[in-house]
């Protein structure tokens, strides 16, 4: 989920997402600032946050290669 928000005065992109490292799930909040960006470039920087990190961000674990099957001598 990603949203803008203003606290104290200052604004925000808050992005909540969450990540994967193999059967493990952690969440994420991601909160960049706005400060001095004008208002033409925060509606891009909107933009460009939602594209790279509004999704669950994945790290595949990586499986091993059996070359030979443990039971078989020759």
């Given at each position: 989920?990603?949203?803008?928000t203003?606290h ?12 994967q490292a193999g059967d493990?799930?952690a969440p994420?909040?991601?909160?960049i ?5 004008s208002?033409?470039d925060?509606?891009?920087m ?6 790279l990190?509004n999704?669950?961000?994945?790290r595949?674990t990586?499986k091993?290669v059996?070359?030979?099957?443990w039971?078989k001598?020759w």
């Amino acid at each position: 989920m990603i949203k803008l928000t203003k606290h104290n005065g200052k604004e925000y992109i808050v992005i909540n997402t969450e990540m994967q490292a193999g059967d493990s799930t952690a969440p994420v909040i991601i909160q960049i600032s706005l400060k001095d960006i004008s208002e033409e470039d925060k509606f891009k920087m909107y933009q460009t946050a939602s594209l790279l990190l509004n999704r669950t961000i994945k790290r595949s674990t990586p499986k091993p290669v059996v070359e030979k099957a443990w039971y078989k001598f020759w």
